[in-house]
């Protein structure tokens, strides 16, 4: 490969996704900021910069309820119980929010399935154009030994959140796409066939893909999408003493290693 791609970027960025004219003004996908997008709520401003278009009135609508839905205020929860321990030892807000962000991109909740499952139905929906059946892609995929994200839930045998995510898309009239009753469909598969469950990241993203979101702009959209649920669990323990928020005395670890070692070998 040549170097000269460095070359032409060594002191110029040429870029049509935006620019800061400092004392003029800031361009964001061809709009100024301030006079075109300035009535944006930051929610519109936000689907917007991943875009570089107009997502429409009930594409924002649905997507916002995703963020609302999934804002669980419960210390306990993974993502959250970090954000409460950066709290309990006085971690700044920020640190405590990046931390519990960079957890939510986890292999069993969060971002990885969310997108896997946006790709699983992307690949199911080629396999069907090419005249393959969708219960047998399903099985295909369950017998290589693939994880099916979005059905079955760790801890859980229902999702609360599903009635509620697909009454707000019949309101919005996005409860007709393909995607979403691929999505059924495979659940009625998985449930008569393995017992399955299925959980909302499989409505989620099968909602996704019939918006037409690619999995990369899908990930930056869901991305900060726990943050208000972590808020009042950063605050109720940085309110508490410190070091409070499930301590755990030495008599209740369980520890089955030899009972003594010699540290001769690593003075």
């Not at 931390?99 to 992307?122: H, N, Q």
Request: aromatic share 12%; hydrophobic share 35%; glycine share 8%.
């Amino acid at each position: 490969m040549s170097h000269k791609h460095l070359l032409n970027t060594e002191s110029h960025w040429a870029t049509s996704k935006g620019k800061a004219f400092l004392s003029d003004r800031v361009v964001m996908h061809g709009k100024d900021l301030h006079k075109e997008l300035g009535d944006h709520e930051w929610l519109h401003l936000y689907v917007y910069s991943i875009l570089g278009r107009e997502p429409g009135e009930n594409v924002l609508k649905l997507l916002n309820f995703y963020w609302v839905a999934t804002s669980y205020p419960d210390a306990s929860i993974w993502p959250n119980h970090v954000t409460a321990l950066a709290g309990t030892v006085r971690s700044t807000a920020s640190l405590a929010l990046m931390a519990g962000l960079s957890v939510s991109e986890a292999s069993i909740y969060g971002r990885r399935p969310e997108v896997r499952a946006l790709d699983f139905f992307y690949r199911a929906g080629r396999w069907c154009d090419e005249g393959g059946e969708l219960t047998k892609f399903v099985d295909k995929e369950k017998s290589a030994k693939r994880i099916l994200y979005g059905y079955g839930r760790p801890m859980a045998k229902s999702d609360e959140r599903i009635p509620y995510t697909l009454n707000k898309a019949k309101e919005f009239g996005l409860d007709k796409g393909r995607y979403i009753k691929m999505a059924l469909d495979v659940y009625a598969h998985l449930n008569s066939k393995y017992g399955y469950s299925m959980n909302v990241a499989a409505v989620d993203a099968a909602l996704a893909a019939d918006m037409g979101l690619n999995c990369q702009e899908y990930q930056l959209f869901m991305t900060p999408c726990f943050i208000a649920g972590m808020i009042p669990c950063y605050q109720d323990t940085i309110e508490r003493p410190e070091g409070s928020f499930f301590p755990v005395r030495c008599s209740s670890i369980v520890y089955n290693g030899p009972s003594t070692r010699d540290w001769s070998d690593n003075v």
